[in-house]
């Protein structure tokens, strides 16, 4: 009976682990015309999130929870 309730821990775990994951939904998309220098400009098209990245590729978290003001 222990294994179960063991299973069962695991699993609320998991579920929890998941829905804080920030990357999850996230469609960036390279917006080109919003580059600064070196950095590139992505867009989320899942929400609609900003980033700005130095690094290849797009961002790794989204930052739909970090709401940042318009410049
Ligand atoms: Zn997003």
Not at 25 to 41: F, H, I, N, P, Q
């Amino acid at each position: 009976m222990q294994i179960v309730v063991l299973l069962i821990a695991f699993g609320f775990v998991m579920f929890f682990a998941r829905r804080n994951a920030p990357t999850r939904g996230c469609r960036w998309r390279a917006d080109a015309t919003g580059d600064r220098g070196a950095l590139r400009k992505y867009n989320c098209v899942a929400c609609g999130a900003e980033a700005f990245t130095s690094t290849k590729g797009p961002p790794n978290d989204c930052r739909s929870k970090l709401k940042t003001p318009k410049l």
